[in-house]
């Protein structure tokens, strides 16, 4: 008879990880934040996707510029990890609206994971809804928009239609010569700038400030603008930090290109005076709400929304205009019409967005353009250059001021639709959201 004692009862096998799923998990993330997404929108995606891939205890880490997922079988066994670094960001909301449609799909149970991943290579080798000829002109319609809002006639609008796409033409080769971001937006500026200045030595000086409030419009970064703020408010600091970071230097070189040009001008001669640039609509014109639903409907189209979406921005800009333009009406101070207007709108996207099951940013972004602060830079640049120091920080500082309360107007808009809906966040639910646990300042 064996005495010896028994063996010990060998340890359960630990859950497995599927590397399939880690991959699908951070390519999704991958195109989401590539695509212009915002990180809590991004890390809800992705935590989805995990918990529908039976990915055990699985960690999402999100920033600008990496992904990390990481699953932990247990039982001793070694986590899986994975990371991916995002290298080229392009606005392509188009794509938004198929990657969360991907992902809801797959939260239901309704998508293998073969199936997952055949549909996201789809997804990744679709072609835009628009030409790339239409992106392209999208942009010189959307500053030609802007100088008809600024009071800008036909010769006006033209002529700004011509500066931006020149600019943007020239941004574009010194692109493919690997010349850094920041200095093709200051190329870009200045042209537009340069064209106003050729038009004041022509004797038009009241022409010239629609013309280049009309080709920085162009180059504002809304898209970044907004999602930095909404990163901020749902915690996500890191990614705000860095999203507010890029809106600095993506203004700061606008403002270079500027202020080169304008200190240019002024020292050959050129009469450049704030007298002559345009002051906002005092009362609702049609042809300022045509031109700045114009505004929303080409800036959406730049942005690659999806085609459905169009109606809604073009409708987005004409109301924000409208809500700005009573509010100064009743003497509302710029930055707080702006805010007010935003907040509206704001409403209207989120709703709007999830009624439809689409993600939000394709809504809110394009509705923002015909408020973003043109006029108030080229103010502040015209005053800094002309003997006016003091107006001319203030003036940039009521630009950057506008700017900031357009972004968060729209994002408190989402924080009250979501305050006073049932249905939660669809990946770790209502109450799992990290921005909604107090900090109480600790």
Same mark, same amino acid.
């Given at each position: 008879m064996d005495h010896s004692p028994p063996e010990p009862p060998e340890e359960e096998p630990s859950e497995v990880v599927d590397p399939r799923a880690v991959d699908l998990v951070l390519r999704v993330g991958e195109l989401l934040l590539a695509s212009g997404e915002t990180t809590?929108? $991004?890390?809800? &995606?992705?935590? !989805?996707?995990?918990?529908?891939? =039976?990915?055990? %205890?699985?960690?999402?880490?999100?920033?600008?510029?990496?992904?990390?997922?990481s699953a932990h079988p247990g039982k001793g066994a070694p986590p899986m990890t994975g990371t991916r670094a995002i290298r080229r960001r392009v606005?392509?909301?188009?794509?938004?609206?198929?990657?969360?449609?991907? $992902?809801?799909? &797959?939260?239901? !149970?309704?998508?293998?994971?073969? =199936?997952?991943? %055949?549909?996201?290579?789809?997804?990744?080798?679709?072609r835009p809804p628009y030409p790339a000829w239409l992106l392209v002109v999208s942009l010189g319609l959307i500053a030609a928009s802007g100088s008809v809002l600024s009071g800008g006639g036909p010769l006006v609008a033209t002529t700004a239609f011509i500066a931006t796409l020149l600019g943007d033409r020239t941004a574009a080769a010194l692109a493919r010569r690997g010349i850094a971001e920041f200095f093709q937006l200051t190329v870009a500026a200045a042209i537009g700038a340069g064209a106003?200045?050729?038009?004041?030595?022509?004797?038009?000086?009241?022409?010239?400030?629609?013309?280049?409030?009309?080709?920085?419009?162009?180059?504002?970064p809304g898209r970044p603008l907004v999602a930095s703020i909404q990163d901020g408010i749902t915690g996500d600091l890191v990614s705000a930090g860095a999203r507010v970071l890029e809106v600095f230097f993506m203004i700061a070189a606008i403002v270079a290109g500027l202020g080169a040009v304008v200190y240019l001008a002024v020292n050959l001669g050129v009469e450049i005076d704030v007298r002559h640039l345009p002051t906002p609509a005092a009362e609702l014109r049609p042809v300022a709400v045509i031109a700045a639903a114009g505004i929303s409907l080409t800036f959406a189209v730049s942005l690659a929304v999806p085609r459905d979406v169009l109606l809604s921005a073009a409708l987005g800009g004409a109301l924000i205009w409208a809500l700005y333009v009573i509010a100064r009406g009743w003497h509302v101070p710029p930055v707080l019409a702006a805010g007010?207007?935003?907040?509206?709108?704001?409403?209207?996207a989120n709703w709007q967005a999830r009624r439809s099951g689409q993600p939000v940013m394709p809504y809110v972004v394009p509705s923002i353009g015909p408020l973003l602060p043109g006029t108030a830079l080229y103010?502040?640049?015209?005053?800094?250059?002309?003997g006016s120091p003091e107006s001319g920080v203030l003036s940039l500082i009521g630009a950057v001021s506008v700017a900031l309360a357009l972004a968060a107007g729209v994002n408190l808009g989402g924080e009250l639709v979501r305050a006073f809906q049932h249905v939660g966040l669809s990946a770790s639910g209502r109450w799992a959201r990290p921005a909604a646990r107090r900090t109480r300042g600790f």
């Amino acid at each position: 008879m064996d005495h010896s004692p028994p063996e010990p009862p060998e340890e359960e096998p630990s859950e497995v990880v599927d590397p399939r799923a880690v991959d699908l998990v951070l390519r999704v993330g991958e195109l989401l934040l590539a695509s212009g997404e915002t990180t809590e929108r $991004v890390n809800e &995606a992705m935590l !989805g996707l995990a918990v529908a891939y =039976e990915l055990p %205890r699985c960690e999402v880490q999100v920033t600008l510029t990496s992904l990390l997922v990481s699953a932990h079988p247990g039982k001793g066994a070694p986590p899986m990890t994975g990371t991916r670094a995002i290298r080229r960001r392009v606005p392509a909301f188009w794509r938004l609206t198929a990657l969360h449609q991907l $992902v809801q799909d &797959a939260s239901i !149970g309704m998508l293998e994971l073969d =199936e997952a991943h %055949r549909r996201l290579a789809e997804i990744k080798r679709a072609r835009p809804p628009y030409p790339a000829w239409l992106l392209v002109v999208s942009l010189g319609l959307i500053a030609a928009s802007g100088s008809v809002l600024s009071g800008g006639g036909p010769l006006v609008a033209t002529t700004a239609f011509i500066a931006t796409l020149l600019g943007d033409r020239t941004a574009a080769a010194l692109a493919r010569r690997g010349i850094a971001e920041f200095f093709q937006l200051t190329v870009a500026a200045a042209i537009g700038a340069g064209a106003a200045a050729v038009v004041v030595a022509m004797g038009n000086p009241g022409q010239a400030a629609t013309i280049v409030t009309g080709s920085i419009l162009a180059l504002l970064p809304g898209r970044p603008l907004v999602a930095s703020i909404q990163d901020g408010i749902t915690g996500d600091l890191v990614s705000a930090g860095a999203r507010v970071l890029e809106v600095f230097f993506m203004i700061a070189a606008i403002v270079a290109g500027l202020g080169a040009v304008v200190y240019l001008a002024v020292n050959l001669g050129v009469e450049i005076d704030v007298r002559h640039l345009p002051t906002p609509a005092a009362e609702l014109r049609p042809v300022a709400v045509i031109a700045a639903a114009g505004i929303s409907l080409t800036f959406a189209v730049s942005l690659a929304v999806p085609r459905d979406v169009l109606l809604s921005a073009a409708l987005g800009g004409a109301l924000i205009w409208a809500l700005y333009v009573i509010a100064r009406g009743w003497h509302v101070p710029p930055v707080l019409a702006a805010g007010m207007a935003a907040t509206v709108v704001g409403i209207l996207a989120n709703w709007q967005a999830r009624r439809s099951g689409q993600p939000v940013m394709p809504y809110v972004v394009p509705s923002i353009g015909p408020l973003l602060p043109g006029t108030a830079l080229y103010r502040g640049m015209v005053e800094l250059n002309t003997g006016s120091p003091e107006s001319g920080v203030l003036s940039l500082i009521g630009a950057v001021s506008v700017a900031l309360a357009l972004a968060a107007g729209v994002n408190l808009g989402g924080e009250l639709v979501r305050a006073f809906q049932h249905v939660g966040l669809s990946a770790s639910g209502r109450w799992a959201r990290p921005a909604a646990r107090r900090t109480r300042g600790f």
